[in-house]
């Protein structure tokens, strides 16, 4: 079903979602199942599987010469869509990204993501190639998500690429988008990042994830922003507890989101990462029951593939 589908069916009761990360390449999967098999207790009507671009990496050769060799650390997005379907009959929503494809190549793609009958597809810019320079580096031909978006829309309309006419034959993805309340980071600011969001949405998004952020002011900002300028759609806000200390600054770094003043002196007391890890799921739960009395469509949840915090916080909230 579609996640629209899901939403209309909870006719205003905020629904409960994860996000999960396929293993890491030489893991197995059972450790995933294990972790998402006692989040199910919650219902959730969709789980998300990121997708990670390949990377070049540089190897030293016996010989003494260093070469550049191409990498994906996790691998198997699609297979992992299909096991979660299959073991737990739940939809799985599979991340598509611009990084290192071709249109023919995402075609492919999204047929094989149709005739498994995956009807979610998350479409991204994805993370940038660090190695990007490299001549081993897989060049990328789309820039933005709205371009993925364009080309799921027409494939939802039985155009495909490089054909004249419209098939009978049609995709029927539902179409789900990033978005920052507190802006992208390469954007110079939120008002020309909303432009594009907008933009994203007007080529044929469905519904919008947001980033994690930590204070509800933000979200519900950036809400009454995007309602202002006609983006109707659901907007789903992504929460994550705090972990640990070095959280403080890796998830300020690697998200480019804000940790509340208020949060971060309650981080830096913690006797020690437990005690962290404690605060974090307190602090997720106030935020999840702020934004769940506020009727938000669905509470989606980064795992990062590990449920304990998930299950404290859902057994609160939902
Ligand atoms: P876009 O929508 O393409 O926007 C990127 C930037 O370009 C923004 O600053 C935007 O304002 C600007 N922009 C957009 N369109 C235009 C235009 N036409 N002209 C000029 N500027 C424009 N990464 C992964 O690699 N794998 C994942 O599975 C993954 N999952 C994610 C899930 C969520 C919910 C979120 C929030 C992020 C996820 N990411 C993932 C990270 C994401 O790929 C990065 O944040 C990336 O830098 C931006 O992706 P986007 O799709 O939002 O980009």
Same mark, same amino acid.
């Given at each position: 079903?579609? @996640? &629209?589908?899901?939403?209309?069916?909870? /006719?205003?009761?905020?629904?409960?979602?994860?996000?999960?990360?396929?293993?890491? /390449?030489?893991?197995?999967?059972?450790? *995933?199942?294990?972790?998402?098999?006692?989040?199910?207790?919650?219902?959730?009507? +969709?789980?998300?599987?990121?997708?990670?671009?390949?990377?070049?990496?540089?190897? /030293?050769?016996?010989?003494?010469?260093?070469?550049?060799?191409?990498?994906?650390?996790?691998?198997?997005?699609?297979?992992?869509?299909?096991?979660?379907?299959?073991?737990?009959?739940?939809?799985?929503?599979?991340?598509?990204?611009?990084?290192?494809?071709?249109?023919?190549?995402?075609?492919?793609?999204? +047929?094989?993501?149709?005739?498994?009958?995956?009807?979610?597809?998350?479409?991204?810019?994805?993370?940038?190639?660090?190695?990007?320079?490299?001549?081993?580096?897989? *060049?990328?031909?789309?820039?933005?998500?709205?371009?993925?978006?364009?080309?799921?829309?027409?494939?939802?309309?039985?155009?495909?690429?490089?054909?004249?006419?419209?098939?009978?034959?049609?995709?029927?993805?539902?179409?789900?988008?990033?978005?920052?309340?507190?802006?992208? +980071?390469?954007?110079?600011?939120?008002?020309?990042?909303?432009?594009?969001? /907008?933009?994203?949405?007007?080529? $044929?998004?469905?519904? @919008?994830?947001?980033?994690? +952020?930590? !204070?509800?002011?933000?979200?519900?900002?950036?809400?009454?922003?995007?309602?202002?300028? $006609?983006?109707?759609?659901?907007?789903?806000? $992504?929460?994550?507890?705090?972990?640990?200390?070095?959280?403080?600054?890796? *998830?300020?770094?690697?998200?480019?989101?804000?940790?509340?003043?208020?949060?971060?002196?309650?981080?830096?007391?913690?006797?020690? !990462?437990?005690?962290?890890?404690?605060? $974090?799921?307190?602090?997720?739960?106030?935020?999840?029951?702020?934004?769940?009395?506020?009727?938000?469509?669905?509470?989606?949840?980064?795992?990062?593939?590990?449920?304990?915090? &998930?299950?404290? @916080?859902?057994?609160?909230?939902?």
């Amino acid at each position: 079903m579609k @996640i &629209t589908e899901h939403i209309a069916n909870a /006719k205003g009761n905020t629904l409960f979602s994860l996000e999960v990360l396929p293993p890491q /390449k030489g893991k197995t999967i059972d450790d *995933l199942l294990r972790v998402i098999e006692p989040l199910m207790e919650f219902k959730p009507p +969709f789980i998300d599987v990121t997708y990670h671009r390949e990377e070049i990496i540089y190897k /030293k050769r016996a010989d003494g010469f260093v070469e550049e060799v191409p990498l994906r650390r996790r691998p198997g997005t699609v297979g992992i869509c299909a096991a979660l379907r299959a073991k737990f009959n739940i939809d799985a929503v599979p991340h598509l990204v611009c990084g290192g494809f071709t249109p023919e190549e995402t075609e492919d793609a999204l +047929f094989t993501l149709y005739y498994l009958g995956i009807t979610n597809v998350m479409l991204l810019q994805g993370d940038a190639d660090k190695n990007a320079k490299s001549a081993h580096a897989k *060049l990328s031909a789309y820039k933005y998500a709205s371009d993925l978006v364009a080309q799921v829309a027409d494939m939802n309309r039985g155009k495909f690429l490089h054909e004249e006419t419209e098939n009978e034959m049609k995709t029927n993805f539902c179409i789900g988008v990033a978005a920052y309340p507190e802006k992208h +980071f390469e954007s110079p600011n939120l008002a020309t990042d909303l432009k594009w969001l /907008k933009h994203k949405v007007d080529c $044929g998004a469905d519904y @919008i994830v947001t980033q994690m +952020f930590f !204070d509800n002011k933000k979200y519900f900002a950036f809400e009454e922003k995007c309602r202002e300028m $006609g983006i109707s759609i659901p907007i789903i806000p $992504g929460i994550k507890p705090i972990a640990s200390k070095a959280q403080l600054s890796s *998830l300020a770094k690697i998200f480019h989101i804000d940790i509340p003043e208020e949060l971060a002196d309650a981080v830096e007391k913690c006797k020690d !990462d437990k005690a962290v890890k404690q605060l $974090g799921i307190e602090w997720a739960i106030q935020q999840s029951k702020e934004l769940k009395a506020a009727n938000v469509p669905c509470l989606h949840y980064y795992t990062m593939s590990r449920s304990e915090a &998930t299950i404290e @916080i859902a057994k609160a909230v939902f």
